[in-house]
Nanobody, 130 residues
Framework: ARPVESGGGLVQAGGSLRLSCAAS????????IGWFRQAPGKEREAVSC??????????TDSVKGRFTLSLADDRSRNMVYLQMNSLKPEDTAVYYC??????????????????????WGQGTQVTVSS
């Protein structure tokens, strides 16, 4: 089993979407959860990562103040949510959630090459029209 994303879609610039990640296939507290995105012709990049132990989140500069990553209030659900506000056309990409280790996140540790055991979801498309 792997993480499963949902919630993508088409939205106008300035709009909002909430992505969900059902973290299955691994012990929830053993890994942090990261969101990554890949636009056509570009490399996969980090968006945000969150520790499942203390809920602390890291955000890449381009999404700070617009995106919020959070754990479900009921931690037994193993769910993570990425609230995306003030969306821009440059946010258009396929968004993936993944298990990431270690869980002390910063620019150096919230990266695609830190994904553990290839625990990638299948991705969900986010398209922001201008």
């Amino acid at each position: 089993a792997r993480p499963v994303e949902s919630g993508g879609g088409l939205v106008q610039a300035g709009g909002s979407l909430r992505l969900s990640c059902a973290a299955s296939g691994f012990p929830f507290y053993a890994y942090g959860i990261g969101w990554f995105r890949q636009a056509p012709g570009k490399e996969r990049e980090a968006v945000s990562c969150i520790s499942t132990i203390d809920g602390k989140a890291y955000y890449t500069d381009s999404v700070k103040g617009r995106f919020t990553l959070s754990l479900a209030d009921d931690r037994s659900r193993n769910m993570v949510y990425l609230q995306m506000n003030s969306l821009k056309p440059e946010d258009t990409a396929v968004y993936y959630c993944a298990a990431v280790a270690p869980q002390d996140f910063d620019q150096e540790t919230c990266r695609p090459d830190r994904v553990a055991h290839d625990y990638w979801g299948q991705g969900t498309q986010v398209t922001v029209s201008s």
